[in-house]
């Protein structure tokens, strides 16, 4: 049995204040105390996890100075921290300053029975939308075919489905049908996790389980046609990974927070 804990768009800032007014919504949000929040607030929980994945936009502002403060605000995770860029991210820059310790960017990862395969979705120039590269759909293919015995979830920052909310669902991973197409027939899929959209997302598509999370920052409001900020309150996923396939997951909420 794997235990995962999922964080997603952190949106963190190279320096405590360079963040100030950058969401409109929320002038004084300040995303490296949302961030920290959240990890005490798994800690005061007692929640147990084997490592952490962290599924993009890490950075609203990329530079090495950034993701140095992350691994900093990360030093209380004493598990393997995996990370993949998201549309904020610099992933030259991400992967130039990692892996720091504990905290990596690596393809995917081998644990308990499981092939956990982390997806880069990221297009230059901060663009929104994602696309899986024709290279990055061959590196998930060989790693199928490389381990047929393992159950196997991937993760990706770009949503590969419709959400509900029409701005959101023209700037996810632009190719999905691709991604489907590369795990076609092969039965030991689990599950997609992903990020980008800012709210909790939870559906079975052709028994493959598709899991969106909630930033630790800021939310999405569910359900609209046009941008809108929902709940302040920061999240997080726990996923625990069975070795028969079997899924167990939540969605954790810091309550209480006032930003």
Aim: aromatic share 8%.
């Amino acid at each position: 049995m794997l235990k995962v804990l999922q964080l997603s768009d952190l949106h963190l800032f190279p320096r405590e204040g360079d963040g100030a007014g950058w969401c409109d919504a929320h002038e004084d949000l300040d995303t490296a105390r949302t961030l920290s929040t959240v990890l005490s607030e798994i800690q005061r929980r007692g929640v147990d996890y084997d490592l952490c994945v962290v599924t993009g936009d890490i950075a609203q502002q990329a530079s090495e100075e950034t993701y140095r403060r992350f691994a900093r605000l990360m030093d209380g995770v004493s598990t393997p921290i995996y990370c993949l860029p998201g549309n904020h991210d610099d992933v030259r820059i991400m992967r130039g300053v990692m892996p720091m310790g504990r905290v990596s960017a690596p393809g995917f990862a081998l644990r308990d029975g499981w092939l956990l395969a982390f997806l880069d979705s990221s297009l230059p120039d901060e663009e929104p939308s994602g696309r899986l590269s024709a290279s990055e759909l061959k590196r998930l293919a060989d790693l199928l075919e490389q381990h047929p015995r393992h159950q196997v979830m991937l993760f990706v920052h770009h949503q590969p489905i419709d959400v509900g909310s029409a701005w959101l669902d023209k700037i996810g991973l632009l190719n999905r049908e691709a991604l489907f197409d590369a795990i076609r027939g092969r039965d030991t899929v689990r599950a997609i996790v992903f990020g980008h959209v800012h709210q909790a997302f939870d559906r079975l598509e052709n028994g493959v389980r598709l899991l969106g999370t909630p930033s630790t920052c800021i939310q999405f409001e569910p359900g609209r046609e046009t941008f809108g900020y929902g709940a302040p309150t920061p999240a997080w996923r726990e996923l625990t990974l069975h070795p028969n396939g079997a899924i167990e997951t939540s969605v954790g909420w810091a309550t209480g927070i006032v930003m």
